[in-house]
């Protein structure tokens, strides 16, 4: 008969249980690790051969002289221009001038009033007069005493008529009358000095253009009082522009300032004259170019006899590009662009190769680009997002000539 189990023995016999539900875990675990290492070294053997080549056309880095021309914008500037002061203060006492008034060099324009002036002219004529007198009056006295000297001199010969003393006395008068001729001839000379001065003082009342133009601003009429005066805080009399000869300045970016040449004819339009073409002839250049810009101001000699064309136009330069060396040059579409510079794809043993470039000039869908490229360099024909480093690329046959 058995003997039955008691509580003790029942717990001893259920304690073996959790060691063995930890070893069936760790088991599991592990089989499942195993699994998926298993799957992962299978995907990365199977995922070469999942990789396909990138079609692309290609085209060809080809060396050619630049000849085209760009499109800049200019902006028409009088040849000369010139904000008119007076020299001397006054009153606006007649102008004859307002905007739009074609003027003539030396033509009056303008007449002032200043009184005191006027008055400095009639004290410096009779200051000259003043002098001119007394210099007649010393000349005359001069020429009294030197024949009272001759006088006293031939009487002398004989003796005891006259004395040695007497006749030195005669002769120191006359030497003191030369003297004084002398002074009264400079102080009439600095009297007529002043006249002068005092009449050229007065001329300046008389305002006349110093060119041949145009009056493009008016700011006075009579009764104002003008003075002179080059500062922007007081206005001018009236501002005058020459505008049969004007100048256009265009600012030429410093890629292209190679090839400018002067005295050639550059063609440029404007939009009051839509269809209309004019021409300006290279004639000035800045000889260095603005840091800020990067371009290089040129300016042009425009001819407007028939005064068509205004100052403070802006007209579109049909500007020539030509390089002085053949460039290389691929078709525009061929050029990529990111956030850091333009690239190009070459093509190198059936893989791309991404190379940096800088751009040029572009005529009939071609570019110039400046970089690690030579002539002759396979390069795809457009740069798209699929076409990275390294990328490998299947070349497609050529559709040229194909309909």
Same mark, same amino acid.
Request: glycine residues 6%; hydrophobic residues 40%; charged residues 20%.
């Given at each position: #008969?058995?003997?039955?189990?008691?509580?003790?023995?029942?717990?001893?016999s259920i304690r073996p249980m959790p060691a063995l539900?930890?070893?069936?875990?760790?088991?599991?675990?592990?089989?499942?690790?195993?699994?998926?290492?298993?799957?992962?070294?299978?995907a990365k053997t199977i995922a070469p051969a999942t990789?396909?080549?990138?079609?692309?056309?290609?085209?060809?880095?080809?060396?050619?002289?630049?000849? #085209?021309?760009?499109? =800049?914008?200019?902006? =028409?500037?009088?040849?000369?221009?010139?904000?008119?002061?007076?020299?001397?203060?006054?009153?606006?006492?007649?102008?004859?001038?307002?905007?739009?008034?074609?003027?003539?060099?030396?033509?009056?324009?303008?007449? =002032?009033?200043?009184?005191?002036?006027?008055?400095?002219?009639?004290?410096?004529?009779?200051?000259?007069?003043?002098?001119?007198?007394?210099? *007649?009056?010393?000349?005359?006295?001069?020429?009294?005493?030197?024949?009272? +000297?001759?006088?006293?001199?031939? %009487?002398?010969?004989?003796?005891?008529?006259?004395?040695?003393?007497?006749?030195?006395?005669?002769?120191?008068?006359?030497?003191?009358?030369?003297?004084?001729? $002398?002074?009264?001839?400079?102080?009439?000379?600095?009297?007529?000095?002043?006249?002068?001065?005092?009449?050229?003082?007065?001329?300046?009342?008389?305002?006349?253009?110093?060119?041949?133009?145009?009056?493009?601003?008016?700011?006075?009429?009579?009764?104002?009082?003008?003075?002179?005066?080059?500062?922007?805080?007081?206005?001018?009399? &009236?501002? *005058?522009?020459?505008?049969?000869?004007?100048?256009?300045? $265009?600012? &030429?970016?410093?890629? +292209?300032?190679?090839?400018?040449?002067?005295?050639?004819?550059?063609?440029?339009?404007?939009?009051?004259?839509?269809?209309?073409?004019?021409?300006?002839?290279?004639?000035?250049?800045?000889?260095?170019?603005?840091?800020?810009?990067?371009?290089?101001?040129?300016?042009?000699?425009? +001819?407007?006899?028939?005064?068509?064309? +205004?100052?403070?136009?802006?007209?579109?330069?049909?500007?020539?590009?030509?390089?002085?060396?053949?460039?290389? $040059?691929?078709?525009?579409? %061929?050029?990529?662009?990111?956030?850091?510079?333009?690239? $190009?794809?070459?093509?190198?043993?059936?893989?791309?190769?991404?190379?940096?470039?800088k751009t040029g000039g572009t005529s009939n869908g071609?570019?110039?680009?400046?970089?690690? &490229?030579?002539?002759?360099?396979?390069?795809?024909?457009? %740069?798209?997002?699929?076409?990275?480093?390294?990328? %490998?690329?299947? *070349?497609?046959?050529?559709?040229?000539?194909?309909?």
């Open positions: #008969m058995r003997t039955p189990k008691t509580s003790t023995d029942i717990q001893q539900l930890t070893a069936l875990a760790l088991a599991a675990t592990l089989a499942s690790t195993l699994a998926v290492t298993g799957c992962t070294s299978q990789q396909q080549a990138v079609p692309v056309q290609v085209a060809q880095v080809s060396s050619r002289r630049l000849d #085209m021309t760009i499109h =800049l914008p200019g902006e =028409l500037q009088p040849y000369e221009e010139v904000r008119i002061f007076p020299r001397v203060s006054g009153f606006v006492q007649w102008i004859g001038v307002d905007r739009g008034s074609v003027v003539k060099r030396g033509q009056l324009i303008a007449i =002032l009033s200043a009184p005191e002036i006027v008055a400095q002219k009639a004290e410096a004529q009779a200051k000259v007069l003043s002098a001119e007198n007394q210099r *007649i009056a010393g000349e005359a006295k001069l020429s009294a005493d030197e024949s009272t +000297y001759r006088r006293l001199k031939d %009487a002398s010969r004989t003796p005891g008529v006259i004395s040695d003393e007497e006749l030195d006395t005669a002769g120191k008068t006359v030497e003191a009358d030369r003297a004084r001729v $002398v002074s009264l001839h400079n102080t009439a000379d600095a009297a007529r000095a002043s006249l002068r001065s005092a009449q050229e003082m007065e001329s300046y009342l008389r305002i006349t253009a110093p060119f041949d133009g145009i009056v493009t601003r008016r700011n006075v009429h009579p009764g104002a009082l003008v003075g002179p005066s080059g500062s922007n805080s007081q206005p001018s009399m &009236v501002r *005058i522009e020459q505008v049969a000869h004007l100048r256009l300045v $265009v600012a &030429v970016p410093e890629a +292209y300032v190679g090839g400018i040449r002067k005295g050639a004819t550059v063609d440029f339009t404007v939009p009051a004259f839509p269809g209309h073409t004019f021409h300006g002839t290279v004639a000035r250049l800045a000889d260095s170019v603005d840091v800020s810009t990067r371009t290089m101001p040129v300016e042009m000699d425009v +001819y407007n006899p028939d005064n068509q064309l +205004y100052s403070g136009m802006f007209p579109d330069v049909i500007w020539p590009v030509t390089r002085a060396q053949p460039t290389f $040059v691929v078709p525009s579409a %061929a050029i990529g662009r990111n956030v850091d510079q333009a690239y $190009v794809v070459r093509i190198h043993d059936s893989h791309a190769e991404l190379v940096n470039v071609m570019t110039e680009v400046f970089g690690d &490229v030579r002539d002759g360099d396979q390069i795809a024909s457009q %740069a798209t997002q699929d076409l990275r480093a390294g990328a %490998a690329v299947q *070349i497609l046959p050529s559709t040229r000539g194909k309909n």
